[in-house]
Nanobody
Framework: QVQLVESGGGLVQAGGSLRLSCAASGRTFSGYEMGWFRQAPGKEREFVASINWSGSHTTYADSVKGRFTISRDNTKNTLLLQMNSLKPEDTAVYYC????????????WGQGTQVTVSS
């Protein structure tokens, strides 16, 4: 079983920055690809960014490229998302998740943290 707890969300003005954290427990964090997703009101959950087990490879949605940076600290079992130049359209609940190679999908999810960007 994996437990994921996000933190760091809040209210920020457009152009501002936030740093989200995801604390993982219950399994060997360093062995797994991790991802960030978000869900805005009335919309489906969408992919934001992912990072491989070592942190050497990252992938981003086009909408956040150049503004968001995903990273991880395997010594602290923590996943991070640095969000800069925030826009009102970034407003959403942000979730971290663990990818499971045996199933080919993200199987474990946190409860989410709210990010609101005012114009």
């Amino acid at each position: 079983q994996v437990q994921l707890v996000e933190s760091g969300g809040g209210l920020v003005q457009a152009g501002g920055s936030l740093r989200l954290s995801c604390a993982a427990s219950g399994r060997t964090f360093s062995g797994y690809e991790m991802g960030w997703f978000r869900q805005a009101p009335g919309k489906e959950r969408e992919f934001v960014a992912s990072i491989n087990w070592s942190g050497s490879h990252t992938t981003y949605a086009d909408s956040v490229k150049g503004r968001f940076t995903i990273s991880r600290d395997n010594t602290k079992n923590t996943l991070l998302l640095q969000m800069n130049s925030l826009k009102p359209e970034d407003t959403a609940v942000y979730y971290c998740a663990t990818y499971t190679t045996t199933t080919g999908r993200y199987d474990y999810w946190g409860q989410g943290t709210q990010v609101t960007v005012s114009s």
